[in-house]
């Protein structure tokens, strides 16, 4: 008899999180082919978005846009489904530790908002944040000492585990997203360095939310004009479309000529340009991981991130990084002024961390040690 093993992702539907489902699904249809013992089944909400061969799919939509009803799937209705499938793992990839009989229960916290210091005008473009930032660690919390291991993408959120669950070291498994672009099609070895024209382009290919502080960037630009500095643009993928904060965003800085407001770009036009861009700018101030920074990594030219703890792991043994106070414009300013002006006296090779196990950088030592406990 088969081992099945359950894979629950009903709340992604883009950005970041639907990147994990579709990696973990990835390898597990590769796996599956090599491993007849077990069988993969995968509750999300649209399997269009994350489709393996393989796999065998269950659809839940009625949680995309309502609390209740995924709450009602995660204690209840996931319930009555492990009595049914008899799971041999359940891993639930969105942060809640579900209601369910399973040998293994495994669950991925990637989400960091018990950790984020909200601001005021978080109430105003995106009040979930706030409520986020106030009840989440009591969403953690609930059966999470049930689970064999609880999942984390970085080294500082695995000590925050500790401190707020009493966790044991050893069950918390670091789990690095893998850097897939060190052996990119995109990669050429030829444009490693940054482009030696006049212009230099900036880039911040995010999502709009409003701890991604697209404005300190805007802010920055408006000080570089005041220093009559000119020879520079910068692109961001926000549109004024997306919510009420890029919206805002837009509206205050639209006469701004140097910024190109792109809107959303495409997964493989964000890497085509990493290979033109001089210089990525990463201020958000709230991330589990941060893709653009190690993915830009591979290129060894300059970036510009937040002095965040988050930043520091994701950056570690890269090259030409320099940090900066995400509250301060002029900071910024002052680091994007020594691109232009092609002086990277402050750009540093970052500090290269070393993480104690139970750790790994790919899907594949991840199961083997789940499965092999």
């Not at 918390?172 to 030829?190: C, G, L, M, W």
């Amino acid at each position: 008899m088969k081992k099945n093993i359950i894979i629950s992702a009903i709340n992604f539907t883009s950005g970041g999180g639907l990147t994990i489902v579709n990696e973990c699904l990835s390898y597990l249809s590769t796996f599956v082919k090599n491993n007849s013992d077990y069988k993969i089944i995968a509750i999300v909400y649209d399997k269009s978005l994350c489709y393996y061969a393989d796999i065998e799919y269950i659809e839940y939509k009625k949680a995309k846009n309502s609390w209740l009803f995924r709450l009602y799937a995660e204690y209840v209705y996931f319930y009555k489904l492990s009595k049914q499938l008899n799971p041999y793992l359940w891993l639930s990839l969105h942060d809640v530790s579900p209601n369910v009989r399973a040998e293994k229960r495994v669950v991925y916290c990637h989400n960091p908002f018990p950790f984020y210091n909200f601001q005021f005008k978080d109430l105003y473009f995106n009040y979930k944040v706030v409520i986020l930032t106030l009840f989440y660690k009591y969403i953690y919390k609930i059966n999470i000492k049930k689970n064999l291991f609880v999942v984390v993408q970085q080294n500082w959120m695995r000590n925050e585990f500790i401190k707020l669950f009493s966790l044991k070291k050893e069950k918390i498994i670091v789990a690095y997203p893998e850097n897939k672009f060190q052996h990119s099609e995109f990669i050429d070895t030829a444009i490693h360095n940054y482009n030696q024209e006049q212009i230099k382009t900036f880039f911040y290919p995010v999502l709009s939310r409003p701890f991604k502080n697209f404005e300190i960037i805007c802010e920055a630009s408006k000080i570089l004009k005041d220093r009559h500095v000119f020879k520079y643009k910068i692109l961001l993928t926000i549109d004024g479309s997306e919510e009420n904060y890029s919206k805002y965003i837009v509206n205050k800085y639209k006469n701004d000529d140097k910024i190109d407001f792109t809107g959303l770009i495409s997964f493989y036009e964000v890497q085509k340009l990493y290979k033109t861009i001089d210089c990525l700018l990463f201020p958000s101030k709230l991330e589990t991981w941060g893709l653009p920074v190690s993915e830009f990594a591979v290129y060894q030219k300059p970036m510009i991130i937040s002095d965040l703890q988050y930043a520091h792991e994701t950056a570690s043994g890269a090259e030409l990084v320099a940090f900066f106070n995400p509250n301060d414009p002029n900071e910024l300013a002052n680091l994007m002024e020594d691109v232009i002006n092609d002086n990277l006296e402050k750009f540093k090779t970052c500090k290269l961390l070393l993480i104690d196990p139970p750790f790994t950088k790919n899907w594949q030592n991840l199961f083997e040690i789940i499965l092999n406990s």
